[in-house]
């Protein structure tokens, strides 16, 4: 007995109780993976603290390894091991990655530019075992292991992050302060360096602190390039050990006290990389509120 | 007085540029001397043409205006005179621009040099993210190394040239972008005098500004008129008339490409303009 007015209102109705029902059901969907994603997150950190934090102590960070029979001893020979590999990686990674972003930023369209971009796109989905095994096959087979090694392994994972990173930050900069020092007969080195990589450079430093959280944890091209050691060394023509090359040590290791000294440099490493995460944070909050 | 001749285009064909001969005449009878001369200069961005054989002079410590409406290739010209068109990979340009009777775009010409002569500020002010004092310091910091006390006293003068000195002389190690919008354009036209060029040039330097920095910026560019020549786009027909001496009056053709339609004393331009069209648009009958 409806008029077709009526008729077009009950469908709308019905319309809109379809319409909230699939909201509701993308919102559930959607709030589930979420919930999913975090899941294995909070279960790592929440283990890794449980089983690390009972072999954490100032003895476990400050000294150097004995054996078990001796109680373990600790990691600080694990810990500069892994200060001088990443810095050293650093130093040769971080001025190259820079200036090669320089050169794409000035010169995008050029053969080289477009080169470095493809091959740092393609460097940065590399395994870090293959860069490992490459490094291992062109100078530990004859020169034998040695931090050197390492940290060459090492810098060349970082840089490709170092490379896209400057680049990305260089390309943020605005163009008018490149045309402002252009403008004022600045040749172009001249601009990126003075005004152009001062400001993008807190960028750049939460970028480099990111690509040094990525690589402090690296174990596998570490595995046949500096080896890993007992030994508190610095030489670095020497095996030298690293933070997760003693973990994977100590975690296969059938000591029940060597287990549980896995777990608390787990808890290190995690805590190191946190740190350098949540450094990269605060310079971008202070960043972008100096930019204001 | 009043002899100047004024040079109208006819529009939508190739226009007969400016003929030398022309401003020679124009310039003569004012007893001035050309620092710049545009000669059937064209620029291209690709294959587009959008500025189309335009001649000029620019004359020596005078204000030249370049009057018209949006888009059609004010900034383009104005750029085409220290050659930051260059930055642009698909510009292009024919013709010849002078500078002193050296062309700017010859090969061996080095273009660092033509933009230390010929400096300029922008639309929007665009001091570095450094202090004032570094700001303004830059410019001769790039050809010397200055001692100190030398410049100390470069930086200051240049503030005082720009007319800011007063204002940040305790705050020169303040950031230069914590200065108002007003501030921040004399900040801005301070590191451009600071290189001591020949030629400035200011592209809609106050559109970006309340009316109260406007007039500053515009008594500042009538001081510094006596030590500089300045090539002036903008889109305000009262400061044009306010500061200029002469005035270039540019307009679309039919098929995009900016053209000079009109080259005169300023005022004559705003009050007895020699084209139709000229008239329409400054007394804001269109555009």
């Known amino acids: 007995m409806s008029t077709p007015a009526a008729r077009r209102w009950t469908g709308a109705a019905a319309r809109e109780r379809k319409r909230r029902l699939v909201n509701i059901l993308m919102l559930g969907l959607t709030g589930l993976a979420t919930l999913l994603a975090l899941v294995p997150l909070a279960w790592i950190l929440a283990e890794v603290v449980a089983r690390g934090s009972s072999a954490l102590s100032v003895e476990f960070l400050t000294q150097t390894f004995k054996p078990t029979s001796l109680g373990g001893g600790g990691i600080w020979h694990a810990i500069v091991g892994t200060a001088i590999l990443v810095g050293l990686a650093s130093l040769l990674a971080v001025p190259v990655g820079i200036l090669a972003a320089f050169y794409v930023v000035a010169h995008p369209n050029s053969a080289m530019g477009l080169a470095v971009r493809f091959g740092t796109d393609v460097l940065s989905g590399l395994p870090s075992i293959v860069v490992g095994l490459f490094i291992y096959t062109v100078l530990v087979i004859e020169r034998g292991y040695s931090a050197w090694a390492g940290s060459l392994a090492l810098a060349i994972l970082m840089l490709p992050v170092v490379v896209r990173t400057t680049e990305e930050m260089l390309k943020l900069t605005p163009q008018s302060l490149r045309e402002a020092s252009l403008g004022l007969g600045a040749p172009e080195w001249k601009t990126t360096f003075s005004v152009m990589l001062p400001a993008a450079l807190t960028g750049v430093v939460t970028g480099l602190m990111l690509a040094v959280a990525r690589v402090s944890g690296e174990t596998a091209p570490l595995l046949f390039t500096a080896l890993g050691s007992n030994n508190l060394s610095v030489a670095l023509d020497k095996p030298m050990a690293s933070l997760p090359l003693t973990l994977f040590k100590y975690a296969v290791d059938p000591s029940k006290t060597r287990n549980a000294q896995a777990w608390a440099i787990a808890l290190v490493i995690i805590v190191l990389v946190l740190a350098l995460n949540v450094g990269a944070r605060l310079i971008a909050m202070w960043r972008s509120r100096m930019m204001r | ?287």
């Open chain 2, 1 to 287: 007085m009043g002899q100047s001749v004024s040079v109208t285009l006819p529009v939508g064909v190739v226009a007969p540029p400016l003929s030398v001969a022309s401003t020679a005449v124009l310039g003569a009878a004012s007893g001035l001397s050309a620092k710049m001369k545009l000669d059937r200069m064209s620029v291209y961005y690709g294959a587009f043409l959008a500025v189309a054989e335009v001649s000029l002079p620019v004359y020596a410590h005078q204000i030249t205006a370049i009057i018209g409406p949006s888009g059609c290739g004010k900034s383009t010209l104005l750029r085409a005179l220290n050659r930051m068109n260059d930055l642009i990979s698909r510009a292009r340009l024919t013709g010849k621009i002078w500078l002193d009777g050296e062309d700017i775009y010859a090969p061996q010409v080095d273009v660092v040099d033509i933009r230390r002569r010929v400096g300029m500020v922008f639309q929007r002010p665009n001091p570095f993210p450094k202090s004032i004092y570094d700001n303004v310091a830059y410019g001769p910091r790039l050809y010397d190394r200055i001692p100190k006390s030398e410049l100390d006293e470069m930086v200051e003068r240049s503030l005082r040239r720009a007319a800011l000195w007063d204002e940040v002389k305790d705050k020169l190690k303040e950031s230069g972008l914590a200065l108002s919008g007003g501030q921040q354009q004399r900040l801005c036209i301070a590191r451009a005098i600071a290189v001591e060029p020949e030629v400035i040039l200011m592209d809609e330097p106050c559109s970006a500004l309340d009316p109260v920095a406007t007039l500053k910026i515009e008594e500042l560019m009538q001081e510094l008129e006596t030590d500089y020549t300045i090539v002036i786009v903008t889109h305000n027909m009262q400061q044009a008339a306010r500061v200029s001496d002469y005035t270039a009056m540019m307009m679309m053709r039919p098929d995009r490409a900016g053209q000079v339609i009109e080259f005169d004393v300023t005022a004559k331009i705003f009050t007895r303009p020699g084209d139709k069209r000229t008239e329409d648009y400054v007394t804001g009958r269109f555009g």
